[in-house]
Protein backbone atom coordinates (compact mmCIF):
# COMPACT_ATOMS: atom_id res chain seq x y z
CA UNK A 1 0.00 0.00 0.00
CA UNK A 2 1.22 3.55 0.63
CA UNK A 3 2.86 5.05 2.56
CA UNK A 4 3.71 9.22 2.79
CA UNK A 5 6.48 9.96 4.85
CA UNK A 6 6.44 14.19 6.07
CA UNK A 7 9.39 16.03 7.30
CA UNK A 8 10.26 18.40 9.09
CA UNK A 9 7.96 17.26 12.27
CA UNK A 10 8.62 20.46 13.97
CA UNK A 11 8.63 23.90 12.04
CA UNK A 12 9.75 27.16 13.87
CA UNK A 13 9.82 30.37 11.80
CA UNK A 14 9.66 33.95 12.64
CA UNK A 15 6.28 35.78 11.68
CA UNK A 16 6.85 37.00 8.38
CA UNK A 17 9.06 34.62 6.86
CA UNK A 18 8.79 31.17 5.14
CA UNK A 19 7.79 27.59 5.80
CA UNK A 20 8.22 24.83 3.79
CA UNK A 21 7.05 21.66 4.69
CA UNK A 22 8.06 18.12 2.36
CA UNK A 23 6.64 14.65 1.62
CA UNK A 24 7.39 11.83 -0.37
CA UNK A 25 5.18 9.55 -1.22
CA UNK A 26 5.61 5.46 -2.48
CA UNK A 27 2.62 4.30 -4.75
CA UNK A 28 3.18 5.91 -8.33
CA UNK A 29 -0.03 5.76 -8.65
CA UNK A 30 -0.66 8.21 -6.47
CA UNK A 31 -2.70 10.73 -8.50
CA UNK A 32 -3.98 13.39 -6.03
CA UNK A 33 -2.12 15.18 -3.31
CA UNK A 34 -4.24 17.47 -0.61
CA UNK A 35 -2.62 19.27 2.33
CA UNK A 36 -4.65 19.49 5.77
CA UNK A 37 -4.56 22.55 8.30
CA UNK A 38 -5.38 21.28 11.70
CA UNK A 39 -5.55 23.43 14.61
CA UNK A 40 -6.22 21.93 18.18
CA UNK A 41 -9.63 20.46 18.52
CA UNK A 42 -10.46 20.76 15.24
CA UNK A 43 -10.86 18.31 11.95
CA UNK A 44 -8.52 18.57 8.94
CA UNK A 45 -9.53 21.30 6.93
CA UNK A 46 -8.32 21.26 3.15
CA UNK A 47 -6.04 24.03 2.27
CA UNK A 48 -4.95 23.25 -1.43
CA UNK A 49 -4.50 20.33 -3.95
CA UNK A 50 -2.67 18.98 -6.72
CA UNK A 51 -3.82 16.59 -9.13
CA UNK A 52 -0.85 14.45 -10.86
CA UNK A 53 -1.21 16.26 -14.19
CA UNK A 54 -0.13 19.52 -12.56
CA UNK A 55 3.60 20.61 -11.41
CA UNK A 56 2.50 23.69 -9.27
CA UNK A 57 -0.42 25.12 -7.58
CA UNK A 58 -0.84 28.43 -6.12
CA UNK A 59 -3.76 30.08 -3.63
CA UNK A 60 -2.94 33.50 -2.69
CA UNK A 61 0.17 32.77 0.10
CA UNK A 62 -0.27 29.22 0.05
CA UNK A 63 1.59 27.06 -3.13
CA UNK A 64 1.76 23.82 -3.34
CA UNK A 65 5.12 21.98 -6.12
CA UNK A 66 4.83 18.04 -7.50
CA UNK A 67 7.16 16.17 -8.43
CA UNK A 68 6.01 12.83 -9.77
CA UNK A 69 9.66 11.81 -10.48
CA UNK A 70 11.01 12.10 -7.59
CA UNK A 71 7.38 10.88 -5.89
CA UNK A 72 7.51 14.26 -3.42
CA UNK A 73 5.62 17.21 -3.16
CA UNK A 74 6.04 20.32 -0.84
CA UNK A 75 3.84 22.85 0.94
CA UNK A 76 5.03 26.70 0.81
CA UNK A 77 3.92 29.31 2.89
CA UNK A 78 5.02 32.67 2.63
CA UNK A 79 4.92 36.16 4.90
CA UNK A 80 3.47 33.81 7.80
CA UNK A 81 0.69 35.07 10.29
CA UNK A 82 0.38 33.91 13.60
CA UNK A 83 -2.65 31.85 12.90
CA UNK A 84 -0.81 29.97 10.41
CA UNK A 85 0.41 27.84 14.01
CA UNK A 86 -1.15 24.43 13.50
CA UNK A 87 -0.46 20.92 12.69
CA UNK A 88 0.09 20.76 8.66
CA UNK A 89 -0.59 17.21 6.94
CA UNK A 90 0.12 16.10 3.43
CA UNK A 91 -1.86 12.86 2.18
CA UNK A 92 -1.91 11.29 -1.32
CA UNK A 93 -4.80 8.65 -2.64
CA UNK A 94 -5.34 7.70 -6.19
CA UNK A 95 -8.58 9.49 -7.00
CA UNK A 96 -11.02 9.14 -9.43
CA UNK A 97 -13.28 5.78 -8.97
CA UNK A 98 -13.08 2.97 -6.10
CA UNK A 99 -11.00 2.91 -3.49
CA UNK A 100 -9.52 6.61 -2.55
CA UNK A 101 -9.29 6.95 1.14
CA UNK A 102 -6.40 9.38 1.99
CA UNK A 103 -2.75 8.11 3.42
CA UNK A 104 -1.86 11.10 5.63
CA UNK A 105 2.11 12.06 6.91
CA UNK A 106 2.51 12.51 10.71
CA UNK A 107 2.02 15.83 10.64
CA UNK A 108 4.24 18.97 11.05
CA UNK A 109 3.68 21.18 13.63
CA UNK A 110 4.27 24.74 12.61
CA UNK A 111 4.62 27.25 15.18
CA UNK A 112 5.43 30.94 13.82
CA UNK A 113 7.15 33.22 16.37
CA UNK A 114 6.05 36.47 17.03
CA UNK B 1 -23.52 24.93 2.94
CA UNK B 2 -23.37 23.21 6.18
CA UNK B 3 -20.09 21.00 7.03
CA UNK B 4 -19.84 17.50 8.29
CA UNK B 5 -21.39 16.28 11.48
CA UNK B 6 -20.59 13.99 14.56
CA UNK B 7 -22.13 12.93 17.58
CA UNK B 8 -20.83 13.00 20.54
CA UNK B 9 -17.94 15.67 20.56
CA UNK B 10 -16.36 13.60 23.49
CA UNK B 11 -17.08 9.96 25.28
CA UNK B 12 -15.21 8.10 28.01
CA UNK B 13 -16.10 4.25 28.52
CA UNK B 14 -14.12 1.75 30.51
CA UNK B 15 -12.27 -1.26 28.64
CA UNK B 16 -14.92 -3.70 27.14
CA UNK B 17 -17.49 -1.79 26.79
CA UNK B 18 -19.17 -0.86 22.98
CA UNK B 19 -19.72 2.76 21.73
CA UNK B 20 -21.05 4.39 18.40
CA UNK B 21 -20.83 7.58 16.75
CA UNK B 22 -22.82 9.34 14.16
CA UNK B 23 -21.95 11.08 11.25
CA UNK B 24 -23.96 13.30 8.60
CA UNK B 25 -22.01 14.05 5.58
CA UNK B 26 -22.17 17.21 3.59
CA UNK B 27 -26.14 17.02 1.69
CA UNK B 28 -25.95 15.65 -1.31
CA UNK B 29 -21.95 14.00 -0.90
CA UNK B 30 -22.39 10.45 -1.72
CA UNK B 31 -18.71 9.11 -0.32
CA UNK B 32 -17.87 8.87 3.16
CA UNK B 33 -14.93 8.02 4.84
CA UNK B 34 -14.27 7.11 8.82
CA UNK B 35 -10.89 7.34 9.57
CA UNK B 36 -9.04 6.86 13.30
CA UNK B 37 -6.37 9.90 14.33
CA UNK B 38 -4.17 8.61 16.89
CA UNK B 39 -2.86 11.51 19.25
CA UNK B 40 0.44 12.81 17.14
CA UNK B 41 -0.18 10.87 14.27
CA UNK B 42 -1.98 11.64 10.99
CA UNK B 43 -5.39 9.96 10.40
CA UNK B 44 -5.75 6.46 9.57
CA UNK B 45 -8.86 5.05 6.96
CA UNK B 46 -10.96 2.61 8.90
CA UNK B 47 -13.69 2.20 6.03
CA UNK B 48 -15.33 4.21 2.58
CA UNK B 49 -18.82 4.04 1.41
CA UNK B 50 -20.12 4.93 -1.90
CA UNK B 51 -23.80 5.91 -1.04
CA UNK B 52 -24.55 2.73 1.10
CA UNK B 53 -22.40 0.33 -0.03
CA UNK B 54 -18.60 -0.54 0.87
CA UNK B 55 -15.78 0.66 -1.02
CA UNK B 56 -12.98 -0.35 1.04
CA UNK B 57 -12.77 -1.82 5.04
CA UNK B 58 -9.15 -3.11 4.43
CA UNK B 59 -8.02 -1.45 7.39
CA UNK B 60 -11.02 -1.55 9.57
CA UNK B 61 -10.80 -4.36 12.71
CA UNK B 62 -13.82 -6.33 12.14
CA UNK B 63 -13.39 -8.37 15.14
CA UNK B 64 -14.53 -5.22 17.34
CA UNK B 65 -15.22 -2.36 15.02
CA UNK B 66 -18.34 -2.17 12.47
CA UNK B 67 -19.71 0.92 10.33
CA UNK B 68 -23.25 1.26 8.24
CA UNK B 69 -25.26 3.48 6.21
CA UNK B 70 -28.40 2.17 5.76
CA UNK B 71 -29.38 4.88 3.65
CA UNK B 72 -26.65 6.35 1.90
CA UNK B 73 -26.49 9.20 4.14
CA UNK B 74 -26.23 9.32 7.50
CA UNK B 75 -23.70 6.75 8.92
CA UNK B 76 -22.40 4.95 12.51
CA UNK B 77 -19.71 3.73 13.48
CA UNK B 78 -19.32 1.17 16.88
CA UNK B 79 -16.60 -0.18 18.96
CA UNK B 80 -17.66 -3.43 20.63
CA UNK B 81 -15.72 -4.32 22.71
CA UNK B 82 -13.63 -1.04 23.14
CA UNK B 83 -9.60 -1.97 23.89
CA UNK B 84 -7.23 0.82 25.53
CA UNK B 85 -5.70 1.15 22.04
CA UNK B 86 -8.86 2.41 20.78
CA UNK B 87 -8.64 5.69 22.59
CA UNK B 88 -7.83 8.47 19.66
CA UNK B 89 -10.14 10.85 17.63
CA UNK B 90 -12.91 9.24 15.19
CA UNK B 91 -13.09 11.50 11.86
CA UNK B 92 -16.18 11.46 9.44
CA UNK B 93 -15.42 13.19 5.95
CA UNK B 94 -17.46 13.58 3.13
CA UNK B 95 -16.80 13.50 -0.83
CA UNK B 96 -19.23 14.41 -3.66
CA UNK B 97 -18.44 11.44 -5.15
CA UNK B 98 -17.71 10.29 -8.81
CA UNK B 99 -20.47 11.61 -10.93
CA UNK B 100 -19.73 15.23 -11.41
CA UNK B 101 -17.43 15.49 -7.76
CA UNK B 102 -14.13 16.48 -7.09
CA UNK B 103 -11.53 14.83 -4.64
CA UNK B 104 -11.52 16.98 -2.83
CA UNK B 105 -12.72 15.32 1.71
CA UNK B 106 -13.94 17.62 4.09
CA UNK B 107 -13.75 16.39 7.58
CA UNK B 108 -16.22 17.04 10.54
CA UNK B 109 -14.88 18.00 13.96
CA UNK B 110 -14.61 14.30 15.15
CA UNK B 111 -15.29 12.29 18.29
CA UNK B 112 -12.52 12.09 21.00
CA UNK B 113 -12.54 8.40 22.67
CA UNK B 114 -10.87 7.94 26.13
CA UNK B 115 -10.70 4.24 26.89
CA UNK B 116 -9.86 3.16 30.29
Known amino acids: GENVEQHPSTLSVQEGDSAVIKCTYS??????FPWYKQELGKGPQLIID?????GEKKDQRIAVTLNKTAKHFSLHITETQPEDSAVYFC?????????????FGKGTHLIIQP | EAGVAQSPRYKIIEKRQSVAFWCNPI?????LYWYQQILGQGPKLLIQ????????DSQLPKDRFSAERLKGVDSTLKIQPAKLEDSAVYLC??????????????FGPGTRLTVT
Open chain 2, 93 to 106: ASRKGAAGGGYEQY
Open chain 1, 27 to 32: DSASNY
Open chain 1, 50 to 54: IRSNV
Open chain 1, 91 to 103: AASRSGGGADGLT
Open chain 2, 27 to 31: SGHAT
Open chain 2, 49 to 56: FQNNGVVD
